[in-house]
């Protein structure tokens, strides 16, 4: 009885240790990375939570109201800060590694090879330390995927509420939903009739219901019509996510600044996810094999990357959903190949080591490198370090003299964001500088064409920056009251305005 309990004392500190260094590698140097635009308009969004009360959901924003409370809840605790809001998607990205440390599944095999790819996964790990929707999106898309895997192992109640937690969750997120379900249709086809008459066995579906489980279907709806309707106070939200679908697809289809070639998946996984490759590969033989399981995961991975490489729209960020399907691949192979101990499992184990050792280089490029490898294929129109440095040197400027905070500033460039969640609490003004020079001014961020506009207006002498804000955009320029921040800025700058300084 003694060494029982000291086996089960031994599972909890394992478990701990484990949670501790997912916990660690999820919120170390958390604003490592300078702030993507996306993540100030996420920013702002809740910022105008605090003022309306709600979130009013909107069709054509392509994302679903849960995020947005959930950062509301942690900005209300913990202010608003680039750490809060990237502390969401951290906690959902722990979560989704000590999801499989729980007996959700039989495989023990498939439980410990999930955790070890996703914890080293380069998408888990950046996208965990981002404050954009994708992390916990995934994490619903996981629960989905534990519940069909369960289901075919164990018809139980247990089964049925990761099913209906997944799909309700993934919907109050991301349009992108209808994709992954639609996924795993295909993955059922494959699986073969014996699989899919056991998915809809009605008999087995009702033995497993329990009150329980209606009582959890009872919150999630209700969960899902006070999320859209803001809590009651926006009833069109319900019907803006069903019109949601027509601008989804439009986007998707059409021209914009994020079309890519059919192959642009494979071209960044091979860069940032070596071992996703694998699993590709893998997932073309899976589709042949007798594994009913192994051919459903198979299917419902490769389509999803086939719709997803199809659509000419694509941001990188979007590779989150991908990756996992073919860990999922690569788990159910481990748990076949390696029990063999032979030189198929042996060269597999190979092929896993050298690829798990592709992703922890990945990982430090993208997240823990100081500084970053802008070039990363994940780090995507993101904000450079010299806007990171300058958008710290304005704030602390302004934390130095508090009266700044009532005079304006010009954030005049036609590409805004994420400046009205950064200076959310400056005066400012956003017109264009080619359109409208503010005058008096203590800052202005101009595009290059608003020059002139500007320098009229001086009324003493003022630091010009020519600086790249954001990758692959153009140079601005930035103008720095010089008795405000003569002795602070360490950079290249030109002085201009009237009583200009003698070299």
Not at 177 to 182: C, G, K, M, Y
Not at 194 to 201: C, G, K, V
Not at 268 to 280: N, T, Y
Not at 304 to 313: A, E, G, M
Request: contains cysteine; glycine residues 6%.
């Amino acid at each position: 009885m003694k060494s029982i309990r000291v086996t089960q004392i031994q599972k909890y500190i394992i478990w701990l240790v484990i949670l501790l260094l997912t916990v660690f590698s999820r919120f170390y140097l958390l604003t490592n990375k300078p702030l993507h635009f996306d993540e100030g308009i996420n920013g702002w969004f809740v910022l105008q939570m605090k003022i309306n009360g709600f979130y009013k959901y909107d069709p054509t924003n392509y994302h679903g109201p849960l995020y947005f409370y959930l950062v509301r809840a942690f900005t209300a605790i913990w202010g608003h800060s680039i750490e809060v809001l990237r502390s969401v998607p951290a906690v959902f990205s722990v979560a989704s590694v000590m999801l499989f440390s729980f007996y959700l599944i039989r495989s023990r095999a498939v439980r410990w090879s999930m955790m070890l790819f996703l914890f080293f996964s380069p998408a888990f790990l950046f996208y965990g330390r981002s404050g954009i929707h994708e992390m916990s999106f995934v994490f619903f898309q996981l629960l989905f995927a534990l519940g069909m895997l369960r289901w075919s192992e164990k018809f139980d109640g247990t089964s049925l509420a990761l099913l209906l937690t997944g799909v309700v969750g993934m919907a109050t997120l991301k349009e992108t939903f209808a994709i992954t379900l639609a996924s795993w249709v295909v993955g059922l086809f494959f699986a073969g009739p014996t699989m899919i008459r056991q998915y809809f066995n009605w008999g087995k579906i009702k033995a497993a219901w329990s009150k329980r489980l209606t009582y959890l279907v009872v919150m999630l709806l209700i969960s899902f019509v006070l999320l859209f309707t803001g809590f009651l106070r926006n009833w069109m939200g319900l019907f803006d996510f069903i019109k949601a679908f027509l601008p989804w697809m439009k986007t998707g289809v059409g021209e914009t600044g994020h079309n890519k070639e059919f192959l642009y998946w494979v071209k960044v996984l091979a860069e940032a996810e070596p071992l996703v490759l694998f699993g590709v590969g893998m997932a073309f033989v899976g589709l042949f094999t007798k594994d009913a399981r192994l051919r459903m995961v198979s299917a419902f991975s490769l389509f999803q990357l086939f719709v997803y490489s199809w659509i000419p729209y694509k941001t990188v960020w979007c590779i989150l959903s991908l990756v996992w399907g073919f860990y999922f691949v690569l788990a159910i192979y481990a748990e076949k190949i390696l029990a063999r101990r032979d030189w198929q499992g042996y060269l597999f184990g190979s092929i896993i080591l050298v690829g798990t050792l592709g992703s922890i280089r990945s990982d430090w490029r993208s997240v823990y490198a100081q500084p970053l490898d802008l070039n990363h294929p994940y780090i995507y129109v993101n904000s450079t370090y010299e806007m990171k440095d300058l958008q710290n040197l304005i704030l602390q400027v302004a934390k130095d003299h508090p009266n700044l905070l009532t005079e304006s500033v010009q954030i005049g460039m036609k590409e805004q964001w994420p400046f009205p969640w950064v200076y959310r609490s400056f005066k400012t003004h956003w017109d264009v500088c080619a359109d409208r020079a503010v005058p008096d001014a203590w800052l202005y961020y101009c595009d290059t064409a608003g020059e002139a506009n500007v320098e009229s207006q001086l009324k003493e002498p003022f630091m010009k920056i020519r600086i790249m804000l954001r990758q692959q955009r153009e140079i601005s320029v930035v103008y720095l009251k010089k008795s405000l921040f003569g002795e602070l800025y360490t950079g290249a700058f030109q002085v201009v305005g009237p009583a200009k300084e003698k070299e």
